[in-house]
Structures are given as structure tokens and as C-alpha cells.
């Protein structure tokens, strides 16, 4: 199957500070989806990004399909961007559908 | 949309007893996907389904787990017996084909003691 490699695991940041998450990949790719996991738990879209760039307020999210890796950015970061960020893909040997999950990154923002 | 619902939000039980999960994706999608959270392993997907029809359940544990879309609005997943090792979040996801793009139910905590 396909390895999905998040670097790095774990992140601390000073509130206001700027931060990039990579996402690596070994296969191509039909779709790629970048989840943010809050400290409660809930799992919410982020980007659905196959390729290009997208822009979502102090968030956003590169995915570069031929090199095989997507980069997250997170501007003037705040305490409640803290969680879990997971980047997952949905290869093209593999049915329609199906999301392969990266272990993740931890971020904690402090204030 | 009111989003993936899953219930209940929490449960606890004891090893043994027969624990249903429930969830209603939204409207219109035709992908609904099991997974499991665990610290040890991450998150696993368990089972999917393409218009109620079960497309892969390479991912459920053993025997004793079992899930079921009846129609294109609910789908159980059910442990039976439970055991301790089962504990984790489960969480229910659905997807439209249109774009495969997955959204997450808030995930049911189960404690099996």
C-alpha cells in the first residue's frame, strides 16, 4: 500500500508564530485532504487538495502531485489552532475512495 | 446540512455485552466509512460502504465485529461480545462521488470494562 509520512511529529509554537506542516507520499494520488483533530476530539476539513494551492483565512495548503508531497502553512498562529493535524490521500491503486491517513503532526500553540 | 450524526456520543460497558454504534450520513453522500482511534494505533478504517453495499471489511478486527447499512440514511456497527481492548473512538465518515471528499461524524468514545 501507500505510505503517507507527516513530519514533523510534534510542533510547539509561540502564539503569533508562522509554521509549515509536510506531508509526504510514495504513490500517486487521485485526492488529498488535510484534517485538523481538536483537542476534543472532532476531525474537520481543512482542504480537499489534489493539487495546487487553496487559501483559507491565516490557512493554507499546497500539494505538489508530481513531487509527491503537500505542505501545510499556518499563519500568526493561536492557541486554538492546537491539535492534531493529519494528512490523508487516496491513491490510485487502490479503490475510489478510500483515505490513507499519515500518523499525524501535534501542534500545541502556546500563549 | 446538519453533518455525519453519530450516537450515542459516549458508552460505557462491561466485557461481554453487545455495544450498537449508530450513524446518519449526510444527505446525498453514497460513501459511508467505519473507523477506529486508538494512541497505540492510530487511526484504522474498518469497513466502507458504496451505496449500502459493504466494499471493503479488510480492516474489522474479527468475527465479533459486524456492521450493516440497511439504507442509504443509517448504518450500525456492532460488537458482540465486547471486550476491554475494543476501547477507542469510533468515528463514522461519509463521502459523496462526486468528489470523494470525507467528512467526519464527532465520533463515539466507547469504554469496555
Known amino acids: 500500500g501507500i505510505q503517507v509520512e507527516q513530519s514533523p511529529p510534534d510542533l510547539i509554537l509561540q502564539e503569533g508564530a508562522n509554521s509549515t506542516l509536510r506531508c509526504n507520499f510514495s504513490?500517486?494520488?487521485?485526492?488529498l485532504q488535510w484534517f485538523h483533530q481538536n483537542p476534543w476530539g472532532q476531525l474537520i476539513n481543512l482542504f480537499y487538495i489534489p493539487s495546487g494551492t487553496k487559501q483559507n483565512g491565516r490557512l493554507s495548503a499546497t500539494t505538489v502531485a508530481t513531487e509527491r508531497y503537500s505542505l501545510l502553512y499556518i499563519s500568526s498562529s493561536q492557541t486554538t489552532d492546537s491539535g492534531v493535524y493529519f494528512c490523508?490521500?487516496?491513491?490510485?491503486?487502490?479503490?475510489?475512495?478510500?483515505?490513507?491517513f499519515g500518523r499525524g503532526t501535534q501542534l500545541t500553540v502556546w500563549p | 446540512d446538519a453533518g455525519v450524526i453519530q450516537s450515542p456520543r459516549h458508552e460505557v460497558t462491561e466485557m461481554g455485552q453487545e455495544v450498537t454504534l449508530r450513524c446518519k450520513p449526510i444527505s446525498g453522500h453514497d460513501y459511508l466509512f467505519w473507523y477506529r482511534q486508538t494512541m497505540m494505533r492510530g487511526l484504522e478504517l474498518l469497513i466502507y460502504?458504496?451505496?449500502?453495499?459493504?466494499?471493503?471489511d479488510s480492516g474489522m478486527p474479527e468475527d465479533r465485529f459486524s456492521a450493516k447499512m440497511p439504507n442509504a440514511s443509517f448504518s450500525t456497527l456492532k460488537i458482540q461480545p465486547s471486550e476491554p481492548r475494543d476501547s477507542a473512538v469510533y468515528f463514522c465518515a461519509s463521502s459523496p462521488s462526486e468528489s470523494y471528499e470525507q467528512y467526519f461524524g464527532p465520533g463515539t468514545r466507547l469504554t469496555v470494562t
Open positions: 504513490d500517486s494520488v487521485n485526492n
Open positions: 490523508a490521500v487516496d491513491y490510485r491503486g487502490s479503490t475510489l475512495g478510500r483515505l490513507y
Open positions: 460502504f458504496n451505496n449500502n453495499v459493504p466494499i471493503d
